[in-house]
């Protein structure tokens, strides 16, 4: 995230100087405010237009940054398609060399995400017996930038499961023995963070975190 606010950061406040300019500008070939006036009214007004698109926009160029960054290029491993989880084997540090768009954080975790999309069905997602190891899924909506759901130790336990990811217009049923999440616009990032101990710790988590997966919904819920 810190990445793409660096990214865009620039050309946004380019953005915002040339609209404050071509309006201030506007103003005086027309003949309007005196200059106190004219600069305050053109700040006021900049800055309600500034707020509400950074408010709207903002989320959507971060968030689907992404989006953009996991089916073009991946984590390492090349393209990873829509509904697909990757787990990076390498810890935040040594992924910072490779230029990975989650080289951020502690070394003590080792990162895996994706991008999902119920449009076109549900999908279920699912992660293995964690052994009381600390692990998380964060899903962020793209729309507003908040997290919406949590799967983890510290939210739904570390046994094996399975979360059955759908719209919130989706009347099928939920199959048994699952868990559902409700998607609040169709996509969202997915992403996740499995506890390493040590050095030696590292391969089991990794092995552990690539059995975390998503999946088509089984078919005779994919239909109402």
């Known amino acids: 995230m810190n990445r793409l606010i660096l990214k ?5 406040t380019i953005a915002i100087l040339a609209v404050f300019a071509w309006v201030t500008s506007r103003r005086i ?17 900049v800055w309600v237009t500034g707020t509400v698109v950074f408010i709207y926009f903002w989320p959507r160029i971060t968030v689907g940054g992404f989006k953009r960054t996991f ?15 990757y787990a990076v084997p390498e810890s935040p540090s040594q992924s910072a ?10 070394d003590d975790v080792l990162y895996f995400g994706g991008w999902l999309d119920v449009g076109a069905g ?22 507003s930038g908040a997290n919406f759901a949590y799967v983890g130790k510290r939210t739904t336990g570390t046994a094996a499961g399975d979360f059955f990811l759908c719209e919130p217009a ?9 868990t559902r999440i409700e998607v609040p616009h169709k ?17 089991t988590a990794y092995e552990l975190a690539k059995l975390v997966q998503l999946t088509p919904a089984p078919e005779e819920h994919d239909h109402e």
């Not at 998380?136 to 729309?143: A, L, R």
């Not at 989706?170 to 699952?178: D, F, K, N, V, Y």
């Open 8 to 12: 865009y950061g620039t050309p946004v």
């Open 29 to 45: 070939a027309a003949g309007g405010l005196g200059s106190i006036d004219l600069l305050a009214g053109t700040a006021v007004a």
């Open 71 to 85: 089916v073009r290029r991946g984590l390492g491993g090349g393209p990873i398609p829509v509904n697909t989880i």
């Open 97 to 106: 060399l490779s230029g990975s768009v989650i080289a951020t954080g502690t």
């Open 122 to 143: 549900p999908r279920v997602l699912h992660v293995p017996e964690m052994h009381r190891r600390y692990y998380s899924v964060q899903f962020t909506d793209p729309t």
């Open 170 to 178: 989706w009347r099928g049923a939920t199959p048994a023995g699952m």
């Open 187 to 203: 996509e969202a990032l997915l992403i996740g963070r499995a506890f390493v101990a040590d050095d030696a710790d590292r391969r």
